[in-house]
T-cell receptor, first 114, second 115 residues
Framework: AQSVTQLDSHVSVSEGTPVLLRCNYS??????LFWYVQHPNKGLQLLLK??????LVKGINGFEAEFKKSETSFHLTKPSAHMSDAAEYFC????????????FGAGTRLTVKP | DGGITQSPKYLFRKEGQNVTLSCEQN?????MYWYRQDPGQGLRLIYY???????QKGDIAEGYSVSREKKESFPLTVTSAQKNPTAFYLC??????????????FGPGTRLLVL
């Protein structure tokens, strides 16, 4: 079965500096990978997703992620953090052989300091 | 204004009581899902439904029940058999039932607390 590991439970950056949230996955076949964001006491919102097209995926709010099959990674990046980026971020994997099963990572809490 | 609504925002349950969480969507999506979120953990799937009058158990279905009598509605009942119900419950929907590549759209959540 597929699984996902978010390597940092908490990341803290200063406003205007780059953001890197790390995600490694395990999948038996060609995976689909997603990043969702959750603001406090809210539902999740899709940031971006990879579905076997271009390996560099651009999402909303200036975020992007790169699918690296050799490293089984799908790290989320943003060149310059904004205060409004402070939230919980979830990496999610699903694959073709587990068609009705999406696996969520434990989440990374991003703090942005002024 | 399309979207997913969940009610109530907060819900309190007494010992031995069943409670029902509401989830409604007007996105015309076929598939709907219920997740449980605990602090420091990712989301865990309770139940999902790919079509009206059909639903499947997820990873942690014990102590929960659902129904899908209408396309727009997917209520979740937390029964007295669920011994640790305190959590944040999220409902989601997607266009079809094959969730391999589909985006899920989430409601705002219901926080359930035990008195």
């Amino acid at each position: 079965a597929q699984s996902v590991t978010q390597l940092d439970s908490h990341v803290s950056v200063s406003e205007g500096t780059p953001v890197l949230l790390r995600c490694n996955y395990s999948s038996s076949y060609s995976p689909s990978l997603f990043w969702y964001v959750q603001h406090p006491n809210k539902g999740l919102q899709l940031l971006l997703k990879y579905t076997s097209a271009a390996t560099l995926v651009k999402g909303i709010n200036g975020f992007e992620a790169e699918f690296k099959k050799s490293e089984t990674s799908f790290h989320l990046t943003k060149p310059s953090a904004h205060m409004s980026d402070a939230a919980e971020y979830f990496c999610v994997v699903s694959d073709l052989y587990n068609n009705n099963d999406m696996r969520f990572g434990a989440g990374t809490r991003l703090t942005v300091k002024p | 204004d399309g979207g997913i609504t969940q009610s109530p925002k907060y819900l309190f349950r007494k010992e031995g009581q069943n409670v029902t969480l509401s989830c409604e969507q007007n996105l015309n999506h076929d598939a709907m899902y219920w997740y449980r979120q605990d602090p420091g953990q990712g989301l865990r799937l309770i139940y999902y439904s790919q079509i009206v009058n059909d639903f499947q158990k997820g990873d942690i279905a014990e102590g929960y029940s659902v129904s899908r009598e209408k396309k727009e509605s997917f209520p979740l009942t937390v029964t007295s058999a669920q011994k640790n119900p305190t959590a944040f419950y999220l409902c989601a929907s997607s266009i079809g039932g094959g969730i391999y590549q589909e985006t899920q759209y989430f409601g705002p959540g219901t926080r359930l607390l035990v008195l």
